[in-house]
Every structure is written in structure tokens, then in C-alpha cells.
Nanobody, 125 residues
Framework: QMQLVESGGGSVQAGGSLRLSCRAS?????MGWFRQDPAKEREREGV?????????FTIASVKDRFSVSRDNDRYTAHLDMNKLQPEDTAMYFC????????????????????WGQGTQVTVSS
């Protein structure tokens, strides 16, 4: 079973940048990035994803600041986050799906077969 380990979270001031990485135990196809802020009692929100064919999608609210990528060996995915704002504060999770090739949106949570433990991102004003 695929195992995922996120890294790169931390605390930054508004306007700062972070790079989140997700190391997989095997060759990856679709990788997604989600975030959840328990304090807001919202469901896990899809932020960005890269498909098995390397197509990418980033939600409109962060599209100008976040970007998703993957290393050529396809074992590690990244989420580059720039101009961070306090509303970006959340636990960020990466997820793996073997069932999604081309993406034009964030695939449903149910299509992801493995999840990382999460990495906390805290942005102060």
C-alpha cells in the first residue's frame, strides 16, 4: 500500500512562502493536495492536484499563489505556496490516486487511496 510523508510545513508571516513536499513509497500517478482547518469546522478542501499525465489543476482562490509539481522520478510531489495569508492556515495533506490520469478539477476525495499524516501551515498577520 502506498505510503505518503509530507514535510515542509511551518509558521510564517503573511507574505511569506513555503514549499510542501510529499514523498511517496512508490511510483505516483495522481497526487492531490488538500487542507483542513479544524478551527473552521470545514470539510477537507482540495487545493491542487497533478494527474497521471502530469496535467495540473489549482483552485481559483490560490491559483495565483500556489503551484503543484512533481519530481521527474515521480516519487515526490510539491506544493509551492507564495504570498501566504492567514486564511491559508491549515493542516495540509497529500493524497495518492491510481485512478486519475487527466484532471480538469480536484478529483473527489473518494478517489484517493492513500493519505499522508499532514503537515501544519500557520500564517500570522
Amino acid at each position: 500500500q502506498m505510503q505518503l510523508v509530507e514535510s515542509g510545513g511551518g509558521s510564517v508571516q503573511a507574505g511569506g512562502s513555503l514549499r510542501l513536499s510529499c514523498r511517496a513509497s512508490g511510483y505516483t500517478l495522481c497526487m492531490g493536495w488538500f487542507r483542513q482547518d479544524p478551527a473552521k469546522e470545514r470539510e477537507r478542501e482540495g487545493v491542487a492536484a497533478i494527474g497521471g499525465d502530469d496535467s495540473t489543476f489549482t483552485i481559483a482562490s490560490v491559483k495565483d499563489r500556489f503551484s503543484v509539481s512533481r519530481d521527474n522520478d515521480r516519487y515526490t510531489a510539491h506544493l509551492d505556496m507564495n504570498k501566504l495569508q492567514p486564511e491559508d492556515t491549515a493542516m495540509y495533506f497529500c493524497a495518492f490516486s491510481s485512478r486519475v490520469m487527466n484532471i480538469r478539477n480536484i478529483p473527489p476525495v473518494a478517489l484517493f487511496e492513500a493519505w499522508g499524516q499532514g503537515t501544519q501551515v500557520t500564517v500570522s498577520s
